[in-house]
């Protein structure tokens, strides 16, 4: 018997609890995964304090990242064999022992790429390449990243300035630092979001990590057309200015791993706590104070 985090009900980190989880083979197409480290992620806690719709079969587990050994592989499966370390990149249902995956949602962890930084990439890393993807970056760009120190925002800035764009994100103060060391030009902002852009001279291309009103109506007096403008959180202030939500490639998930192999994309941690601890991480993720991203230990 396996142990896993769920959640009977919607709500805040007090519905999370340590349960069993049944030992289950692979199905057609899939591999169980002996997890090692979990990442969280904004999306754990929105899905279970219910910010997508009453749509889950309870009991919930949460969890779209993680990083093991493959412990049992089902048929159809050539790409992968028992003792693999891999990259897991779930729709959910990370928070457990032993994950059974569909092998298309995984991918083999190079040996340059650690545990901690292979259990950081899928979701935000994720999320942070397919912005940059999205809006095709390339070396003629000055790109904009809302929310650039966050787990989301860091990705996009590092692959963007793999890509040799010119980049400028915001973030609080005490972040700045972080952000000229991963080499983009941070801004203050409180006097004016639009005003301290312009002041760093013209962008060509905004990507969001964060989303909200005052990141749409920069991108919308910044840039002539809401098609060189990304988000990576949908909501009805983008929907109505008509700035897209990220769209997600199929290899996203192979590339983001490539590029953390190479070491053009770092993804900082803050901290890991046991996996026992998930109410206490969310916690931590939900007051966005964190320095980087929050691990699970299993």
Known sequence: MSKRIEFAEYGGPEVL????????????????????????????????????GDTLTLPGVPGWASTGTVDAVGEGVNDFSVGDAVIAGARGGSYRELLIIDARLVAHRPPTVSTEQAAGL?????????????????DADTLLVHGAAG?????????????GARVIGTASPENHDYLRSIGAIPIYYKNGLVEAVKAT??????????????SVQAAAELLPSPSRAVTAWGDEFSYAAGIPWVEHPADELERTVELAATGELIVRIAQTLPLVEAATAFTLSMTAHAPGKILLRV
């Open 17 to 52: 609890r340590w349960a069993e989880d049944l030992l289950a083979e692979p199905g057609h197409g899939q591999i169980r995964v002996r997890n090692e480290l979990i990442g969280v992620n904004p999306i754990d806690w929105k899905m279970t304090a219910g910010h997508f």
């Open 122 to 138: 899928p979701s935000s890393g994720v999320a942070g390449y397919s912005l940059i993807h999205h809006l095709g970056i390339t």
């Open 151 to 163: 787990s989301v925002g860091s990705a996009a800035v590092q692959i963007a300035i793999a890509r």
């Open 201 to 214: 001279g013209i962008i060509t291309a905004s990507a969001d990590a964060v989303g909200g009103q005052r």
